[in-house]
């Protein structure tokens, strides 16, 4: 079985795993205090350009949404998301459970729209009976989205004014946030994203590393006090130099590290995927440049696919057709790529 469902279904890039290895025996204070963990911040502000962030390891996306998200809202607010977004659809609740409500807007892409965003805030702020209703205390997207889709440069600076206007902060979960970087069709930095953002984490669970997500905190509000969130959330990882040596791993080289080189892999193949898909005149559901694909595919294909192939069946478009999510990885290979492509 040759598996396109997601993109950690492998373990982890054998450099990273050799960094591990060859550090097994050092002793470090724990709780990322120790040196690699200093050294893997030193290097996100390089490449962040920003010396003034603060910066902070845990392991996986779900306890990086909660914790930013609950350390940030007072206890009558919510915060905005698409309905496709990630902490509205595959978190089981977690930020419902911290006593937060997920106020969705409907998205056709994944993408917030700036339009939607700004009504809902207007209506709130007019509402003659707000105090009754949830506040609007916070934007979250992702980028990429659950869709594969991306902001550009100018939709992400039209958020953040309305954020900024409104006097919430904007909250970016880059669980992918590498694959969105080397698409084709991006126009951001993480530079970029450092300053149009309050805050942000660069994900790497699902870009080569074991586990682990850098959370950078942007804006000096909400910098106070974070890691006794992280504690009480159960996110303050005990050897947390294993977060630590991963990002250094991943970021040693800066943009021409470890981090982009596994992000282009997997979006090259990714493309390939979707190039093939083309010529064979399926339609994709959306227009997605990175390691995800979605392409619309007759069900009795799909059901031959599935002989050889893991992969996810997203929507039903109609009787007869479903779009379907293939999904590339670090660890992809040219192989198993072309023949995914034969079997297409």
Not at 41 to 49: A, M, Y
Not at 57 to 64: K, L, N, P, S, Y
Request: charged residues 20%.
């Amino acid at each position: 079985m040759i598996r396109f469902e997601c993109d950690y279904a492998e373990g982890a890039n054998p450099k990273i795993l050799e960094n591990l290895i060859s550090t097994n025996l050092e002793q470090h204070v724990g709780y990322s205090k120790d040196s690699h963990c200093e050294n893997a911040r030193h290097l996100i502000k390089q490449i962040c350009k920003n010396d003034n962030i603060d910066v902070h390891f845990m392991v996986g996306g779900t306890i990086a949404n909660l914790t930013v998200i609950s350390s940030i809202l007072a206890p009558y607010q919510g915060v905005i998301s698409a309905d496709t977004g990630h902490i509205n659809t595959h978190e089981t609740g977690a930020i419902e459970a911290t006593g937060h409500k997920v106020l969705t807007i409907p998205s056709s892409n994944g993408k917030l729209e700036t339009a939607k965003v700004l009504e809902m805030l207007e209506t709130h702020a007019n509402d003659t009976n707000a105090e009754h209703c949830v506040q609007p205390g916070m934007v979250y997207i992702s980028h990429p989205t659950e869709c594969g889709t991306t902001y550009t440069k100018a939709e992400l600076t039209a958020l953040y004014e309305i954020c900024q206007k409104y006097n919430i902060p904007l909250f970016i979960d880059g669980a992918r946030l590498g694959y969105a970087l080397v698409s084709e069709n991006n126009d951001l930095s993480l530079q970029d994203i450092t300053n149009l953002s309050d805050v942000f984490y660069i994900g790497a669970t699902k870009i080569g590393a074991l586990f682990g997500e850098a959370v950078v905190i942007t804006n000096d509000k909400y910098k106070k006090n974070f890691r006794y969130m992280m504690k009480q959330k159960g996110g303050l990882l005990a050897k947390g130099r294993f977060l630590g040596i991963q990002f250094e791993t991943l970021f040693e080289n800066g943009e021409n590290g470890l981090y982009f080189e596994m992000a282009n892999h997997a979006v090259g193949l990714a493309m390939k995927i979707r190039k093939a898909c083309e010529e064979k005149g399926y339609k994709m559901l959306f227009d997605s440049k990175t390691n995800q694909q979605f392409p619309i595919l007759p069900k009795e294909k799909i059901a031959n696919l599935h002989e050889k192939f893991a992969f996810y069946e997203w929507l039903a478009v109609d009787a007869n057709n479903s779009a379907v999510r293939f999904c590339t990885s670090w660890a992809t290979s040219q192989e198993q790529v072309d023949e995914l492509i034969k079997n297409l």
